[in-house]
Every structure is written in structure tokens, then in C-alpha cells.
């Protein structure tokens, strides 16, 4: 990405990304924090459309922002804490956790600084052929995709319905 | 002024930083998804950045069933907690230690 307007747009993009994740990362409030997420997934897609990674970017609005972000805040939502501000989203170890941060960070940053610079592709669409190598090259792996989706689909689906702790025992109203 | 690999492996890096905090720190289970989503969002950018400075279009296949293990995960991962709080109610990490009641 040559030129000012796309370099502007990618550092708004990424400050918005990164802000979402630092918002993921240090808010109390569980359902701020995912409402950083949500910030967190839409900067990324931009980002994606920004690299004229054109399918990618549509997959990351359909799916993250769309789809696993409104699931995160169903399960937020679901699950208790919502009343109680400032506690429902407890950390510990503060310190240990800078510690892991600090130890990923710096040599993830170092090897990024020696990357070099890198020749952009031609902007081509990507739809076309993201749906050859789909259905050409790697049509096993998509096969298997889609049947581990079915799996997850089925599982999730019995997990959440829940089941009996005892069969003579009868379903009580609220639940289960 | 241009933005290179350089800049997006930044901001990956940064991302995975912040996702592996996330999943240190969080005593919530679903926080702690939420960390796991930061983590995979770090590593599908690679996998864009790579594909868009590199040469062919894998790297983007790839992300693409990147993004649907996601979400095959995401939705497992939420029904166990929320069967998790139904059976102990709470959906505290440090405290769902038991196999079975």
C-alpha cells in the first residue's frame, strides 16, 4: 500500500483494532469488553478490504462481526454478573500476565521489524479464484470442513439443549 | 509512505499479545473465548498479509477455513459454558474443577 490515504486508513484501522483489544483485554465490564471485540473484528475486516483481501473481508463482516461476536454477547448476556459493574469480569495475576505479554511482544516485534517490506501482488479480485482452489486444489480439505461443521452444529446443538442428571428424574420448568 | 509486511506483522503481534493477556489474566470463561478470538484474528492476518505480499492465494484459502474453525469453535465453546453455569452457576475458570458433581 503505496500513497497517504491508504496509509492513514490503515493506522486508523489498526488503532481501532488494537483499542478494541486493549479493551478486550483490561475493561471490568464484561459486556464493554465485548463490545471491544466487536470494534476489535470490524477494524480487522477493514483491514482486510484494505489488502484487497476482498473474501476475506465479507467472511470476517458474515462470520466474526456477525455471526461469533452477537454469540459472545448471547452468551454474556446468558450467563451471570451482568448487574454487578466493575466485578463481573474478575482478573488475577495481573503481573503474570504482563509478564506473558512482554515475553510475546518483544521478540514478535523484533521479528517484525526485520521483515522486509514486501512487493504487493496485483489487486486482483480474489473471489474467483479463492472458489477455484476451493473446489480444485484443496476440495478435500473443504469437504472435511464442512462435514466438521455439521459435527459442530449437532454438538452444539445437544450440548446446549442439556440432558437429564437422572431419567426417572422429571423436567423441572426452569431449565435443563 | 507505505504500509509493508512490517506494519501488519505489528499489528499482529500486538494483537496476539493482547489476546494471550486476555486468556492469562480473565477468571470468565466467555473473556477468556474472547481472548482465543484475538489470538486466531492474529494469526488469520498473518496469513492475509503473507498471501497479499507474497505470491498466490493460498494464504487466503487458508484463512478462510481459519475463519470457519472459529466458528465451529466458538459455538462448542459457548455451549459448554453455558451448560457450565446452568450446573454450577457461575462461569468462573478457577472454579469449574469438577468433572462431575
Known amino acids: ?176 | 509512505m507505505s504500509v509493508g509486511l512490517p506494519h501488519l506483522m505489528f499489528l499482529s503481534a500486538v494483537l496476539l499479545a493482547l489476546g494471550l493477556y486476555t486468556m492469562v489474566t480473565r477468571r470468565n470463561a466467555v473473556a477468556i473465548l474472547m481472548g482465543v478470538e484475538l489470538v486466531l484474528n492474529a494469526g488469520l492476518l498473518n496469513l492475509v498479509a503473507f498471501s497479499r505480499f507474497g505470491r498466490g492465494i493460498d494464504g487466503q484459502v487458508f484463512g478462510v477455513f481459519g475463519v470457519v474453525l472459529a466458528a465451529a469453535e466458538a459455538v462448542v465453546a459457548l455451549a459448554i459454558v453455558l451448560q457450565v453455569f446452568r450446573a454450577m452457576r457461575s462461569v468462573d475458570a478457577s472454579r469449574a474443577d469438577r468433572m462431575k458433581e
Do not use: C, K
Open chain 1, 1 to 176: 500500500m503505496t500513497g497517504t490515504v491508504p496509509t492513514l486508513a490503515f493506522w486508523g484501522l489498526a488503532l481501532l483494532t488494537i483499542a478494541g483489544a486493549a479493551g478486550v483485554a483490561l475493561s471490568g465490564h464484561m459486556v464493554r469488553s465485548a463490545f471491544s471485540l466487536f470494534a476489535a473484528l470490524f477494524g480487522m475486516a477493514g483491514i482486510y478490504a484494505l489488502l484487497q483481501a476482498d473474501l476475506m473481508a465479507v467472511v470476517q463482516l458474515l462470520v466474526y462481526v456477525g455471526g461469533i461476536s452477537v454469540l459472545v454477547l448471547f452468551a454474556v448476556m446468558l450467563t451471570s454478573g451482568i448487574g454487578r459493574v466493575g466485578t463481573d469480569n474478575p482478573s488475577h495475576r495481573p503481573i503474570g500476565g504482563l509478564l506473558v505479554l512482554l515475553a510475546v511482544l518483544i521478540p514478535a516485534l523484533g521479528l517484525a521489524f526485520r521483515m522486509p517490506l514486501g512487493i504487493e501482488s496485483p489487486a486482483d479480485p480474489t473471489v474467483a479464484p479463492i472458489g477455484d482452489a476451493l473446489l480444485g486444489r484443496f476440495v478435500l480439505p473443504f469437504e472435511v470442513v464442512s462435514v466438521l461443521l455439521l459435527a459442530a452444529l449437532v454438538g452444539a446443538v445437544n450440548l446446549a439443549r442439556g440432558w437429564r442428571r437422572d431419567p426417572e428424574e422429571r423436567p423441572s420448568e426452569e431449565g435443563r
